[in-house]
């Protein structure tokens, strides 16, 4: 029998790669999607009839358990979340319904139902929020900035508490920055490699952003779903920070980005208070020691091709749809 994963959150940027990979390993892939009139299905077209797409919920831990009984996945990777910092100080409440009681749900589902089931979690660099150490590593404490980081923490360790207390196969993956050309564009990377895209197509002038000195580790969505997998396969369940090990400010992004297109960022970028955050991240870099010597992983893809890639695909959209 072919091993079945269950993805939360497949029509994000994270189960779209990650959908890809198990497919191409040979998985059967059932998605999890909520029952709602704004569901885009954009990121899994080229696979859609490849994959079971069935009804569930986080808010809701009957409709979970009605998929694991249904489905009986073997693994069960749960990225779904309201997942953008930015809106978490507009919807705190649901973010932590989400973001954190919903891993508490799904957690309690997979108890219930079968605890064979392996689980992984998508934890956050934003965690680490102010930082008490650089780089941040698995030992590292955390000081979330936002209440997106806090919802991470609880669900980071409602999954330890599981595996602890239930003997579960939980696993978090404390996943630093990770992009490409499918992240949404309310994200800075994705809105500025979209921006570069209009205005050397001339349906812009300028690109307004926030803080332009916030430091990130930037890596590759593509690479870090491979992580997550990798994590699934280990003999004990383990959390691992997956990054690069590198760090780049907001403004050599933009330095990279507006050059791909031959620009000059500083004609177009204009500051916004409206972008900055209530409390801000400066610096997050990751130590990927443990994922390289006990998963044998290592990104493929560096910064500049990652930033390149990005703005390459924007450029052919916009000249395609003037979006």
Not at 62 to 75: A, D, I
Not at 101 to 113: E, H, S, Y
Not at 181 to 202: C, D, M, N, S, Y
């Amino acid at each position: 029998m072919s091993p079945r994963a269950l993805i939360t959150g497949i029509t994000g940027q994270d189960g779209s790669y990650l959908a890809e990979l198990l497919l191409d390993k040979g998985y059967d892939v059932v998605g999890m999607v909520r029952r709602s009139s704004t569901v885009t299905f954009e990121r899994i077209a080229h696979i859609q009839d490849k994959v079971d797409l069935v009804a569930g919920d986080l808010l809701d831990e009957v409709s979970m358990l009605n998929v694991l009984r249904e489905h009986r996945p073997t693994e069960v990777y749960n990225l779904a979340a309201q997942s953008f910092v930015q809106t978490s100080w507009g919807q705190p409440v649901l973010t932590g319904e989400t973001t954190a009681l919903g891993v508490t749900r799904l957690l309690d589902a997979i108890r219930i139902v079968d605890p064979e089931i392996r689980f992984y979690q998508a934890s956050s660099s934003e965690m680490f929020g102010k930082v008490v150490e650089v780089p941040q590593r698995e030992t590292t404490p955390f000081y979330p900035r936002s209440p997106y980081g806090v919802a991470k923490v609880y669900g980071h360790w409602i999954t330890v508490n599981y595996r602890e207390s239930y003997g579960l196969h939980a696993t978090s993956g404390m996943l630093f920055n990770h992009e490409s050309p499918r992240r949404g564009l309310e994200f800075v990377t994705r809105k500025i490699t979209h921006g570069v895209a209009r205005i050397k197509q001339g349906l812009d002038t300028e690109l307004r952003l926030g803080n332009l000195d916030a430091k990130r580790d930037w890596g590759f969505a593509g690479d870090y779903v491979r992580a997550m997998w990798l994590m699934m396969q280990q003999e004990t369940a383990e959390d691992f920070v997956i990054s690069t090990g590198e760090t780049h400010s907001v403004r050599e992004f933009c330095e990279v980005a507006f050059a791909r297109a031959g620009l000059d960022y500083e004609k177009y970028v204009v500051l916004d208070e409206r972008y900055m955050r209530p409390a801000e991240v400066d610096l997050l870099v990751g130590d990927p020691a443990k994922a390289r010597d006990q998963l044998g992983w290592k990104p493929d893809v560096d910064f500049q091709r990652l930033v390149e890639m990005m703005v390459d695909a924007d450029l052919k959209l916009v000249e395609n749809f003037r979006v």
